[in-house]
């Protein structure tokens, strides 16, 4: 009614320009292909040179291991964009490639500086093991939660705002965000860097503010349910 001119059968189809945009799977794609070819630059290239670090560089095992943890998880998340993802939306804002690909571009050159630095000091290898090895447990626990996630929706991401049962969704409702805060704590954990812990405050902040707002669509969809 809102749309029909009173009295009258003619109805006002409105449009909305949204402009330029991409397809989820090409920003997912690029936001995760930086850090991925990023993070190894430093641990591979004698980038520290052009920093004023002119020294013989030891490489600890602590820094090898973040490195094969670090792109095990970005190759896993472009991995999971093509092959497990399934988008509710088909395509977001041009922009927002920009900005995604800002942020963790940003980071992760941020976090590849000092966890690959001449001066880097390891934690104890105890330490090094429970970080990485609750971490790697993490990394697992969240691929399956996307799997879950994908089963909810239709190959055409059809298939609305559902609840998700089952796991860690019996737990919290958004357990895909929960396991990927707690990976970066085990990365965290293993690496000891102030970089670290900041990308892991703001990531958290972020993902806590998603999963805030994704219950109560969630609790909402549940209480018109319950009507209908």
């Avoid at 009614?1 to 330029?20: I, N, Q, R």
């Avoid at 239709?154 to 969704?169: A, H, K, V």
Wanted: aromatic share 22%.
């Amino acid at each position: 009614s809102e749309y029909c001119e009173k009295g009258s059968g003619s109805l006002t189809v409105v449009f909305k320009d949204l402009g330029p945009q991409v397809y989820y799977s090409t920003l997912f794609f690029f936001e995760y292909l930086g850090p991925l070819i990023i993070y190894p630059m430093f641990y591979y290239l004698p980038v520290y040179k052009f920093f004023g670090y002119e020294g013989e560089r030891v490489i600890h095992p602590v820094q090898t291991y973040a490195m094969y943890y670090w792109c095990f998880h970005y190759f896993k998340r472009i991995m999971e964009t093509f092959f497990v993802h399934r988008f509710s939306h088909a395509t977001s804002p041009l922009s927002n490639v920009f900005r995604n690909c800002a942020y963790y571009w940003t980071f992760g050159a941020y976090i590849a500086y000092y966890c690959n630095h001449p001066l880097y000091t390891p934690v104890s290898d105890l330490q090094m093991k429970i970080g990485f090895g609750f971490g790697i447990i993490c990394q697992i626990a969240n691929f399956y939660c996307h799997i879950l996630l994908r089963n909810l929706r239709s190959p055409s991401g059809s298939g609305g705002y559902q609840i998700p049962r089952g796991f860690l969704f019996n737990i919290v409702t958004c357990a895909n965000y929960t396991t990927e805060i707690y990976q970066w704590v085990g990365f965290n954990i293993a690496t000891q860097t102030v970089a670290g812990y900041i990308f892991l405050v703001v990531a958290a902040s972020i993902m806590t503010n998603w999963a805030l707002g994704k219950h109560n669509r969630l609790k909402k969809a549940k209480f018109c349910s319950s009507l209908t």
